[in-house]
């Protein structure tokens, strides 16, 4: 993410909302002062989202149905930061919702929130308090805790997937795989092998398109030798995107079918948006969350990766 840090948006600077927002956003009315929308509320959430993503799609009705219901009785608003490509699409998009927004001219204070949050992925919600401080960059999962206390996520979790349990590779991915031949046994396939990365993508997400070429080449110079494989975790919208999508593939799959499985995986690692790439040992055990930042050092080599803008 480009764009050099606002006032109060480095990282490491405790921040005022006006600090971090600036003097005005945008409402449903127009341009409306900082300080005077923020006034008694206790927790401000601010939501990365774009029209062309599908995940956003789906979890913003979900978000406005919470705000909807509870965001005035928890004392919560909403700040939309667009990854729109255009001010039109921003505009109809935008139409849809019932909070604040950032104006869509201001992409410095966009990218300058995204850096500052380490977003990576949309769509995301990061909570900040009345001060500014940081409250959690998990707010998508952790959303029943500030609106409501109903689950958004649905599904009963797998062997091994809960959060905090410590799982075998085959707890983890169940007994097959899918290979570029077709199934195989998840024990075979890591047979001998010291990292394992999961990589969660969708071909209809562009800045997947851009990392698994990437990432692909990587793993065909450097996988073999240094004991790693990668782990394909779809969320393509069907069956004939996913297979065409793993097709450019030179990696392991989670069978499209086991959607289950796909999503307890992004529930444990807490991926909140793609392309993400987590890395486990040979034990299972959590190397890192920050696979794609590190994928230079993780295959010893270096180039350039690439980031939501």
Same mark, same amino acid.
């Given at each position: 993410v480009e764009g050099a840090p606002l006032k109060g948006i480095a990282q490491s600077d405790p921040a005022s909302l006006i600090d971090i927002f600036g003097e005005e956003l945008l409402s449903k009315s127009g341009q409306v002062k900082t300080a005077e929308a923020f006034d008694g509320k206790q927790l401000v959430m601010i939501y990365f989202s774009a029209h062309w993503c599908p995940p956003c799609r789906g979890f913003t009705p979900k978000l406005m149905a919470k705000y909807n219901a509870s965001a005035a009785a928890n004392s919560v608003e909403i700040v939309f930061v667009s990854s729109d490509r255009d001010e039109a699409a921003f505009s109809d998009y935008y139409s849809e919702m019932p909070w604040l927004a950032v104006p869509f001219e201001d992409r410095d204070r966009k990218a300058s929130l995204s850096a500052k949050y380490g977003v990576r992925g949309i769509p995301s919600l990061i909570v900040v308090d009345a001060d500014g401080n940081l409250v959690t960059t998990k707010g998508r999962s952790e959303l029943d805790q500030y609106l409501g206390d109903s689950a958004i996520v649905e599904g009963a979790p797998l062997k091994g997937i809960a959060q905090s349990d410590p799982a075998s590779l085959i707890d983890i991915f169940g007994e $097959? %795989? %899918? =290979?570029? =031949?077709? !199934? &195989? +046994?998840?024990? $075979?396939a890591f047979?001998? +092998? !010291? %990292? &394992?990365?999961i990589y969660f993508s969708a071909h209809w997400c562009p800045p997947c398109r851009s990392f698994t070429p990437l990432l692909a080449q990587k793993y065909r110079a450097g996988a073999k030798a240094r004991g790693i494989e990668v782990i394909f975790v779809s969320s393509d919208q069907d069956n004939e995107s996913f297979m065409n999508y793993h097709s450019e593939m030179p990696w392991l799959a989670v069978p499209f079918a086991d959607r289950a499985r796909a999503q307890l995986l992004g529930q444990k690692y807490g991926v909140r948006g793609i392309p993400s790439l987590i890395v486990l040992d040979a034990s299972g055990n959590l190397v890192t969350t920050e696979g794609r930042a590190e994928v230079n050092a993780l295959f010893g080599a270096t180039s350039s990766c690439c980031t939501i803008s």
């Amino acid at each position: 993410v480009e764009g050099a840090p606002l006032k109060g948006i480095a990282q490491s600077d405790p921040a005022s909302l006006i600090d971090i927002f600036g003097e005005e956003l945008l409402s449903k009315s127009g341009q409306v002062k900082t300080a005077e929308a923020f006034d008694g509320k206790q927790l401000v959430m601010i939501y990365f989202s774009a029209h062309w993503c599908p995940p956003c799609r789906g979890f913003t009705p979900k978000l406005m149905a919470k705000y909807n219901a509870s965001a005035a009785a928890n004392s919560v608003e909403i700040v939309f930061v667009s990854s729109d490509r255009d001010e039109a699409a921003f505009s109809d998009y935008y139409s849809e919702m019932p909070w604040l927004a950032v104006p869509f001219e201001d992409r410095d204070r966009k990218a300058s929130l995204s850096a500052k949050y380490g977003v990576r992925g949309i769509p995301s919600l990061i909570v900040v308090d009345a001060d500014g401080n940081l409250v959690t960059t998990k707010g998508r999962s952790e959303l029943d805790q500030y609106l409501g206390d109903s689950a958004i996520v649905e599904g009963a979790p797998l062997k091994g997937i809960a959060q905090s349990d410590p799982a075998s590779l085959i707890d983890i991915f169940g007994e $097959e %795989l %899918l =290979s570029k =031949s077709g !199934q &195989v +046994k998840t024990a $075979e396939a890591f047979d001998g +092998k !010291q %990292l &394992v990365m999961i990589y969660f993508s969708a071909h209809w997400c562009p800045p997947c398109r851009s990392f698994t070429p990437l990432l692909a080449q990587k793993y065909r110079a450097g996988a073999k030798a240094r004991g790693i494989e990668v782990i394909f975790v779809s969320s393509d919208q069907d069956n004939e995107s996913f297979m065409n999508y793993h097709s450019e593939m030179p990696w392991l799959a989670v069978p499209f079918a086991d959607r289950a499985r796909a999503q307890l995986l992004g529930q444990k690692y807490g991926v909140r948006g793609i392309p993400s790439l987590i890395v486990l040992d040979a034990s299972g055990n959590l190397v890192t969350t920050e696979g794609r930042a590190e994928v230079n050092a993780l295959f010893g080599a270096t180039s350039s990766c690439c980031t939501i803008s």
